[in-house]
C-alpha cells in the first residue's frame, strides 16, 4: 500500500524538543517533494514547512523558522521533523505529506499520513 | 502573504441539497487553487485541483470553478458522506490554507 506514516509524538514541556518521523511505504520518497502539515485542536490546517527532493530548497512558515527542521534520509524512506524550543502554540497533529509539483508556484498534496500528536504543556 | 478568505465557515444543508463554498484570494492566483476534504479523525483528501480538475475516484457531484480571485467548490446532490470541512489551498505564496468550512448534514 502506498502510505505515510508518523511517529514520534507526545508531551513535552515549553522549550523543549521533539523529533517527528515519517515513513513512507509503496513509493520512493526521493522522486517527491514532502511537507508537513500541522493542525491545532478544533482548528484548521497549517502549512509548516516543504523540501525538495534532493533537500536543495526548503521552505518554512515564518513562525517556525529557527526551531523547527524538516530533513529527510531517502535511502532510509523517510523524512523527519526536528522541533526545538517548542511553544505551547506548537501544539498540533502534525501530518506528513506528499507533494505533486507541476512548477514552483503549483503544487498540491495527494497523499497524507493519520498524523501525530503534539502536545506542548508545562 | 496572500490571504484566503473562505466563507462561509460552517453551513447546514439536507441531503439533495447543492451546496457552495467560496474562497476569495488577496492577490491573483493563476487558478492555483485547491480543494481538500477533511472527515474527523482523518486526514484530508484532495478533491479538485488548479480551480476544476476533479481528482480521480471523487464523486462527480464536486466540481470547481473560478472568477477572478473568487474560486468555488459546489456539491450537488449532497450526500450524507459528505459531512465533513472543506479548505481550500493556493500554493503561490504562504500561508496557502484558507480556514475551513464545515458541513453538516
Known amino acids: 500500500d502506498v502510505q505515510l506514516v508518523e511517529s514520534g509524538g507526545g508531551l513535552v514541556q515549553p522549550g523543549g524538543s521533539l523529533r517527528l518521523s515519517c515513513a513512507a511505504s509503496?513509493?520512493?520518497?526521493?522522486?517527491?517533494?514532502m511537507s508537513w502539515v500541522r493542525q491545532a485542536p478544533g482548528k484548521g490546517l497549517e502549512w509548516v514547512a516543504n523540501?525538495?527532493?534532493?533537500?536543495?530548497?526548503?521552505y518554512y512558515m515564518d513562525s517556525v523558522k529557527g526551531r523547527l527542521t524538516i530533513s529527510r534520509d531517502n535511502a532510509q524512506n523517510s523524512v523527519y521533523l526536528h522541533m526545538n524550543n517548542l511553544r505551547v502554540e506548537d501544539t498540533a497533529v502534525y501530518f506528513c505529506?506528499?507533494?505533486?509539483?507541476?512548477?514552483?508556484?503549483?503544487?498540491?498534496?495527494?497523499?497524507w499520513g493519520r498524523g501525530t500528536l503534539v502536545t506542548v504543556s508545562s | 502573504d496572500i490571504q484566503m478568505t473562505q466563507s462561509p465557515s460552517s453551513l447546514s444543508a439536507s441531503v439533495g441539497d447543492r451546496v457552495i463554498i467560496t474562497c476569495r484570494a488577496s492577490?491573483?492566483?493563476?487558478?492555483?487553487l485547491h480543494w481538500y476534504q477533511q472527515k474527523p479523525g482523518e486526514a484530508p483528501r484532495v478533491l479538485i485541483v488548479?480551480?476544476?480538475r476533479l481528482q480521480s475516484g471523487v464523486p462527480s457531484r464536486f466540481s470547481g470553478s473560478a472568477s477572478g480571485t473568487d474560486f468555488t467548490l459546489t456539491i450537488s446532490n449532497l450526500q450524507p458522506e459528505d459531512s465533513a470541512t472543506y479548505y481550500c489551498?493556493?500554493?503561490?505564496?504562504?500561508?496557502?490554507f484558507g480556514g475551513g468550512t464545515k458541513v453538516e448534514i
Open positions: 505529506a506528499r507533494l505533486v509539483v507541476v512548477t514552483g508556484h503549483y503544487w498540491y498534496i495527494d497523499l
Open positions: 509503496g513509493f520512493s520518497l526521493s522522486t517527491y517533494w
Open positions: 523540501m525538495r527532493q534532493d533537500g536543495g530548497e526548503i
Open positions: 492577490q491573483t492566483l493563476r487558478n492555483y
Open positions: 488548479a480551480a476544476s
Open positions: 489551498q493556493q500554493s503561490n505564496r504562504a500561508p496557502y
